[in-house]
């Protein structure tokens, strides 16, 4: 079993950038897929990007391509979350979650919460105008 914390959540302005981190423990991080999701007070939990084990393939919701990016240190046993040109819609809770891959690929299976078994706290990102 692996443990998921998530920090670096925070306010920005609009338009403004965070990076939040996801540290895992108590598991064989690089055979691990990770993904972030997110969710708002009333919605669903909702898939944000993704990444293969070793860092080679990514995913991401359209709502946050070409301004978010994943990214991960196997060495640090961390995945990143860097966002840009944050918007009023992107606060929420944010969540990683981790599921076991035989191979370097990640697939739609990792866009649905559904797949993950193992979960971090979250970590609240708010965006003022």
């Known amino acids: 079993q692996v443990q998921l914390v998530e920090s670096g959540g925070g306010l920005v302005q609009d338009g403004g950038s965070l990076r939040i981190s996801c540290v895992a423990s108590?598991?064989?991080?690089?055979?691990?897929?990770v993904g972030w999701f997110r969710q708002a007070p009333g919605k669903e939990r909702d898939f944000v990007a993704a990444?293969?084990?070793?860092?080679?393939?990514?995913s991401y919701a359209d709502s946050v391509k070409g301004r978010f990016t994943i990214s991960r240190s196997n060495a640090e046993n961390t995945v990143y979350l860097q966002m840009n040109s944050l918007k009023l819609e992107d606060t929420a809770a944010y969540y990683c979650?981790?599921?076991?891959?035989?191979?370097?690929?990640?697939?739609?299976?990792?866009?649905?919460?559904?797949?993950?078994?193992?979960w971090g706290q979250g970590t609240q990102v708010t965006v003022s105008s």
């Open positions: 108590g598991g064989p991080f690089v055979s691990y897929a």
């Open positions: 990444i293969s084990r070793s860092g080679g393939r990514t």
């Open positions: 979650a981790a599921r076991l891959r035989s191979s370097d690929m990640i697939t739609y299976l990792e866009s649905r919460a559904v797949n993950y078994v193992y």
